[in-house]
């Protein structure tokens, strides 16, 4: 019988700071879908850059 089992409780200790909670809120460039024109999107669902958008027509039916 060896005493080894005995574990000390300093583990519990470790932090999280590097955890991702959402990473499709992700703000980089991506190619517009539209134009194929490189826009800053705020998150990873947007793919039409904003003058598209704006003009609207790519959201036809
Ligand atoms: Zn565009």
Known sequence: MTPNACRQADE???DL???N???GHE???RA???C???FLSTWSGERVCKRCRGS???RQG
């Open 27 to 29: 703000e980089k460039h």
């Open 32 to 34: 517009c879908l539209v």
């Open 56 to 58: 609207a027509r790519w």
């Open 21 to 23: 909670p959402d990473p």
């Open 12 to 14: 519990a200790g470790t």
């Open 17 to 19: 700071e590097q955890e």
């Open 36 to 38: 194929g024109d490189e």
